[in-house]
């Protein structure tokens, strides 16, 4: 084998690989040698065909076979020998010369071609114990683990049915059938029976609720609504609508006692008890924002600290991915760029800016994590996957069994582990104080938060090629222009329900 550098462009090379034809000969020879013992071919005895009657009738297949296992052996040699770590799975190409190929295949030419692919650059680290970070904590008052209590009696408060031809008013539960139509023609998803409606609750298209007001039990009511402009499913946004309504019930708001029976409605012992789960539950919500606040700064840190040239093409991928998903997102939420006060080509350029670092934050944390000898172990990876597989009650073999049979899921599992593993021992080294704020302040999202929540859910998603553990590809912080709709605080607020009649419940 003969390797040749033909480019070195900042992180582009190129490499010519020349595998001599004598070695393809002499494969071919072993590969038909170890084939004459097995084939059974009419008018030879076995074991006895000749080499040169193999290589006629065999000769460009196995070639061919040999070809592929050479590319790859040679390629992952010139890369080891010249100690190489390419950013993605290098090009590979050959020639365009047909005499040329088919010399190759008859074994009588070398077989030539060329690797092109882009390298990690040189990393230097930073000094990671001169970081210095505020951890922000909050703990549970009391006073709002009484309002989640009375928040969850609110939900399960009992209703009476009123006497008949009581009115209904704010408060009061109805339960109603309904056929909505457009144009005098029912729409999908525009009918329900036995649903039922809290007026004054918000939960129904606006306009809808407020029609309800003094209906009686088993009164018909005809009401018109009109469906907002920026409503999810745009086949119904902006258009009008009359639904008939039947009123079958209007029942009164009962009062909830909250004491230990209440407790034990809900599948709990005591009342105290159900005050400690939730306590636990909160305080759980706090520390998950809290870590992730922490984490946040962090990366900031760590961007600021590190500047290197980024592999080309690694950028493209990670920018490429971000884009189609915002594309998708804002399609699914009906919005568009002008909605988000800014263009296509500023919304571009604040999502280049995030690939950007997305990749640099990636090749960072795996670079530590490499110089660190910090690894994933077997029962770390099953333990995420037994979390995962709980996710889906009932599947949770169906889980299992796919992940164990997708290399590529099972990579983007580890992924995380692997990237939280890196974090942890940073925060080790890095001067970390601590600061008591409000559960308020510490579970606030403001704009810049809503970009590092864009950032952060689409991590791990672009897996590269790089040699290095699949690290985070973290995201900006601060792009200098508002971003569209990829938010998914937004998208879950504005997603298109799957009947449009129900949605107007979720229209709020």
Request: proline content about 4%; aromatic content about 6%.
């Amino acid at each position: 084998m003969q390797v040749t550098e033909t480019l070195s462009e900042g992180l582009k090379r190129e490499l010519k690989v020349v595998v001599p034809a004598a070695e393809l000969d002499a494969s071919l020879t072993r590969k038909l040698g170890e084939l004459k013992e097995r084939v059974r071919i009419k008018g030879f005895r076995p074991g006895k065909v000749p080499i040169d009657h193999l290589r006629r009738v065999y000769g460009r297949n196995v070639m061919a076979e040999i070809v592929q296992e050479k590319v790859a052996e040679t390629s992952r040699k010139a890369l080891e020998e010249r100690q190489e770590r390419p950013a993605f799975q290098p090009k590979i190409a050959f020639s365009e010369d047909e005499g040329e190929i088919a010399k190759v295949m008859a074994g009588k030419h070398d077989l030539a071609y060329s690797l092109a692919f882009e390298v990690i650059p040189s990393i230097e680290v930073a000094d990671l114990s001169k970081i210095t970070l505020t951890k922000e904590n909050a703990t549970v008052p009391d006073e709002e683990v009484d309002a989640a209590v009375k928040r969850i009696a609110e939900q399960n408060r009992p209703y009476e049915a009123r006497d008949k031809g009581a009115a209904a008013e704010d408060g009061d539960r109805l339960t109603i059938d309904y056929v909505g139509s457009i144009d005098g023609e029912p729409f999908e998803g525009g009918k329900d029976e036995n649903a039922q409606i809290v007026l004054g609750s918000g939960r129904f298209i606006p306009g809808f609720e407020e029609q309800l007001r003094g209906a009686k039990a088993g009164e018909a009511r005809s009401i018109k609504i009109t469906f907002p402009e920026s409503y999810p499913a745009e086949r119904l946004a902006g258009k009008e609508a009359e639904f008939a309504i039947t009123v079958k019930e209007v029942a009164a708001p009962g009062t909830t006692v909250i004491d230990d029976a209440f407790a034990q409605q809900l599948g709990i012992e005591t009342l105290d008890k159900l005050k400690s789960a939730l306590r636990e539950q909160m305080n759980g919500e706090l520390t998950r924002a809290s870590r992730t606040r922490l984490k946040r700064a962090l990366l900031d840190a760590l961007d600021e600290a590190h500047s290197f040239d980024l592999p080309p093409t690694l950028v493209e991928h990670e920018f490429e991915a971000i884009w189609q998903q915002t594309k998708k997102e804002m399609e699914e939420a009906g919005r568009s760029f002008a909605d988000e006060k800014t263009s296509e080509e500023e919304a571009r350029e604040d999502y280049r800016r995030i690939a950007q670092r997305r990749v640099r934050l990636g090749l960072v944390l795996a670079e530590i994590g490499e110089r660190n000898d910090i690894k994933v172990s077997e029962e770390e990876v099953n333990r995420a996957l037994m979390e995962q597989a709980r996710r889906f009650p009932g599947q949770e073999q169906s889980v299992w069994d796919y992940y164990q049979k997708t290399p590529q899921a099972l990579a983007q599992l580890r992924a995380p582990v692997f990237e939280d593993k890196i974090i942890d021992y940073i925060l080790e080294l890095a001067s970390v104080s601590e600061m008591t704020v409000s559960r308020e302040e510490l579970l606030h999202v403001d704009d810049d938060d809503h970009d590092h929540d864009h950032d952060h859910d689409h991590d791990h998603d672009h897996g590269h090629d790089h040699g290095a553990k699949p690290a985070a590809r973290k995201a900006a912080k601060k792009p200098a222009s508002k971003k569209p709709a990829a938010k998914k605080s937004e998208a879950k607020k504005s997603a298109a329900p799957k009947k449009a009649g129900k949605a107007a419940k979720a229209g709020k």
